[in-house]
């Protein structure tokens, strides 16, 4: 099932164009990362599919539309840090928050215990740590036990202790079956906690997919000959070959960075292989993801 499917979305702030024409599907069960450089219009995104922001142009719609205007009883949301009462504890605050979203028999045990907080239960909130805080907005996500989850750079500045515990909540959410949507700057946050990923730069869409095959940094290479399971048994072991799927005709590798195209035929022609087909795609994105923090 689609969670959400986003058609041609467009956001124009005056002459800026935070969001420019987006088409993107996320499926359930999916932990999607939404990653580029700051102003690229990650907000912009997802406040729009939250019914925050209005668009210029294009739809969106949740859940195939099956649940109608309940839709936003399935999707929990931490776009910006909610307020929470300094002098009460977590276990208060999150009942408050449990009241206002009209859920009445709130899993609040077991959502201080997703977020690490079961052992301050008592505690005022105003005695937190960032960390803390930052889990039991979290927390406050989760209450209603929605299928979907929507973080807006949820470790931002965290220390790497409350970064590791964040990433680590995260993951445990998706263990249970939930679809994250997340917008992040970190290239590396993306690799570490998400399946997918979108990035986008100024507002465009500059590529998506699995994550493994988006930011990996293999090249990938279409290859083809007569004898096509012949190829692939002599490619299988070649030293730098680390994949090989058919792709019609064609075997289609990725291949370590260090592998050239001249290399990868001279390496078939000594096995007796003759290349019919060799086609090394370039790897546009590279200078794109510069721009992107690589660390924390
Ligand atoms: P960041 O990580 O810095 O929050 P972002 O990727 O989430 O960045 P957006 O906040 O969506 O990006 O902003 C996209 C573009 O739209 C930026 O150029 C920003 O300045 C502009 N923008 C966002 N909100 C407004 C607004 N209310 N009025 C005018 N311009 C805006």
Redesign the pocket.
């Known amino acids: 099932m689609a969670v959400l499917q986003i058609n041609g979305l467009t ?1 124009r ?2 002459p ?4 420019n024409n987006l088409h993107l599907k996320i499926e359930a069960g999916e932990v999607y990362g ?1 990653l ?12 729009s599919v939250l019914g925050i ?1 209005r668009p210029n142009s294009g739809t969106f719609t949740w859940f195939d539309g099956r649940y109608g205007d309940q839709e936003r009883m399935h999707i929990g949301s931490l776009l910006e840090t909610p307020n929470f009462y300094p002098y009460l504890s977590p276990v208060k605050n999150l009942q408050i928050t449990a009241h206002i979203k009209r859920i009445g028999t709130p899993r609040i045990d077991a959502i201080l215990e997703l977020v690490n907080l079961a052992a301050r239960r008592d505690s005022a909130f105003s005695t937190f740590s960032f960390g803390m805080k930052q889990r039991l907005a979290i927390g406050a996500a989760l209450i209603g036990d929605p299928d979907v989850l929507i973080f ?2 949820p470790t ?1 500045g965290l220390d790497p202790q409350g970064i590791a515990e964040v990433r680590e909540i995260i993951h445990r959410i998706a263990g249970e079956g939930k679809t994250i949507i997340m ?1 992040s ?1 970190i290239l590396d946050e993306v690799e570490k906690v998400c399946s997918h990923v979108a990035i ?1 730069k ?2 465009n869409l500059l590529a998506n997919g699995e994550v493994g095959a988006i930011l990996s940094n293999d090249r990938q290479v279409d290859i083809g000959a007569e004898d096509l399971g012949r190829l692939r048994e002599v490619l299988s072991n070649f030293p730098g070959v680390n994949s090989i799927s058919e792709k019609g005709k064609l075997l289609q590798l990725q291949v370590s960075q260090e592998l050239s195209a001249v290399e990868l035929n001279k390496l078939a022609f000594d096995k007796g292989m003759i290349i019919s087909h060799l086609v090394m795609k370039p790897k546009s994105l590279e200078s794109e993801f510069l721009e992107i923090t690589a660390g924390k």
């Open positions: 956001k702030y005056g800026i164009t935070a969001v939404i580029g450089p700051n102003g690229s219009g990650k907000t912009t995104t997802l406040g922001i807006d750079e931002n917008a700057h986008i100024q507002g």
